[in-house]
């Protein structure tokens, strides 16, 4: 959680607090300011450790000159407070705001009648907490083998899975069986679902050109599902936003498939991965190569700006690197963050 308090340029501050916040249940945080000192605070009730943070500051006041804010908006880059790389997705819940004049409390809840106004209007009353089991594959020849019962015999394929990554491409799920095999993988902007039959090769693809917003290395959540059949092999991502069909060229035979899929061949997390309506994930059984599992444990080292003197960052999630060619710093004795002249 990143938390900006700002009053001139001269009283500028950052905090970061938590750690993989993307866990699926809820958080608690509070953030007081009296006299000098904004107090955040993570999680003192949800969590056995207690986590906060302090800010000191040169004004007693903050003044609100406008309205607060609560969620996620576009407009959100424009404020010079926030910094945010893209919109809030959950829920908030209990939202509120006290402030003090003289002796007299006044406290303001959000998502109330005539309290606050939506933007943008599809905000909803809603609020369903999704819990899951997220599992993390370290490196890119991190993965693990699920057995699906009844594959070996069957004539067709459904699988569907969350991913989410910070590096530009990968492996997410595979099979070989002899001469005939599959494979689910992603670029930046494309995810590609891969068979072979034989030495006959079918590719469904999708791809989102660079005007559109979405790429598969932002570190957030992305759904696929596929069909593997000898009707048209598809893949479908983001909940039907977008599908790929391609049909076989040669017949499907029937023993296509073996009774495993193995998942992994990249740096990020997964989840809800599910093969012919039965639940995949890793166990003291599943032949396990550098996963971690209960936790997603890739964390956005660029969010720091770690890179000095216009360095560009990039990064696995597990690591980053930055890029100092065009900054007049780095090199071979300019430090791996460009904080050294050439």
Known sequence: MRYGRYQNKDDAHEVFLGKNLDDGKPHKVNVGHNKKVTTIV?????RLEREERQIKTYFEKLEIDIALYVGGADDFKSLLSVKSNANFLGCLTDVEFTHKSGNQDTVIKFFQ??????YPSDMTKECTVETYTPFTFSSMDSSFVCPVRGLASATKLEGSFYFRTYKKEGKLLAQINGKNKFEVSYTKRSIEL??????????????YQTGEVTTFDNGNWHQVSFTISNSPTSVVINAGTKT????????????????????????????????????????????????????????????????????????????????CSDTGYGGQQGGPVCQFRK
């Open 194 to 207: 891969k068979v072979t039959i034989d030495s006959s090769e079918t590719a469904a693809s999708i791809t």
């Open 113 to 118: 009648k005539n309290v606050a106004d939506t």
């Open 244 to 323: 790929g069909s391609r049909t076989p060229t040669v017949a499907f035979p029937n023993n296509f498939f073996k009774g495993d899929v193995t998942a992994g061949g990249f740096v990020g997390c997964m989840r809800d991965l599910k093969v012919n309506d039965k639940d995949c994930e890793p166990n003291k059984d599943s032949n396990i190569k550098n996963v971690e599992w209960d936790s997603c444990n890739i964390t956005d080292f660029c969010i720091f700006s770690p890179c000095l003197h216009g360095g560009k960052c990039s990064q696995t999630g597990k690591s980053f690197t930055c890029a």
């Open 42 to 46: 993570l999680d003192d009730q949800s």
